[in-house]
């Protein structure tokens, strides 16, 4: 999806929290999600897509003890491209799976209580290594597994990849898969008729899950400060209300 260019920082969480269509957005909850045996497999990105984007499903499918693979596709750091940081690239291929592995410990999801799996592939430029990421991805997927990635029309060129190769992948193997926006929150409309309403549904999160979830965020570092911080305040914002949306 080409998305609107958005000046500034983007649709304010006021404006979200006075959405029509938001507010229509029928409730689900995870067990229903993922069935009783059932494996959740999440595909991000980038480091910090899996906290940001799913950071209270990964507590309520932890909650509900079902199985849990985490998929990283890649380091964040992208290649032959300027970084928007104080550190080196040698820096952050440490820094930044450590900052998950932390982030996940404050969401009470201990690495050592799931698969994590790194992929390797390098940032901003994923939408140019669909056959690769779908190659890669197939392995690791089983008919039965319920899989989520990032929206397909994101936005993102790397987020838009990733939920095209996860939904190829599933294609693939049989599985059922799921996309959650993440870029949408900024460049979207609160009535915006390209959100595929029709398939959205609400994850509620408790006071403590969303607690969780902030404590998590903070644990990025590396793209909290600097002088061109990847996680802007405003975009904190959208990705920290007290539900989590679902595209089915």
Not at 23 to 39: D, F, I, K
Not at 67 to 95: D, F, K, M, V
Not at 104 to 122: E, T
Not at 158 to 165: F, I, T
């Amino acid at each position: 999806m080409n998305a609107t260019p958005v000046e500034g920082s983007g649709t304010a969480v006021r404006a979200w929290n006075a959405s029509r269509h938001l507010a229509r957005v029928q409730s689900m909850l995870v067990s229903h999600l993922v069935p009783a045996g059932g494996r959740a497999v999440l595909v991000a990105p980038h480091p910090g897509a899996e906290v940001l984007a799913w950071g209270g499903l990964l507590q309520l499918l932890h909650r509900e003890q079902r199985a849990l693979l985490l998929i990283s596709l890649s380091n964040g750091i992208p290649h032959g491209q300027p970084l928007r940081s104080r550190w080196t690239p040698e820096q952050l291929a440490i820094i930044r799976p450590l900052e998950t592995a932390e982030a996940l410990q404050r969401l009470g999801v201990p690495a050592a209580d799931l698969q994590w799996v790194h992929g390797g592939f390098s940032a901003g430029n994923l939408n140019r290594q669909d056959d690769a990421l779908q190659a890669f991805l197939g392995t690791y997927l089983h008919a039965d597994d319920v899989v989520f990635s990032t929206w397909r029309e994101d936005g993102d060129a790397d987020h838009e990849a990733c939920g095209r190769s996860t939904a190829a992948a599933c294609a693939m193997v049989g599985a059922r898969f799921h996309e959650v926006p993440l870029d949408a929150w900024r460049w979207a409309s609160p009535e915006d008729p390209r959100l595929p309403w029709e398939r959205a549904r609400k994850l509620h999160l408790d006071r403590w899950a969303q607690a969780r979830k902030r404590h998590a965020v903070q644990a990025f570092a590396s793209q909290l400060h600097g002088g061109s911080p990847a996680f802007s305040a405003p975009a904190l914002a959208r990705l920290q209300q007290p539900f989590e949306l679902v595209f089915l």
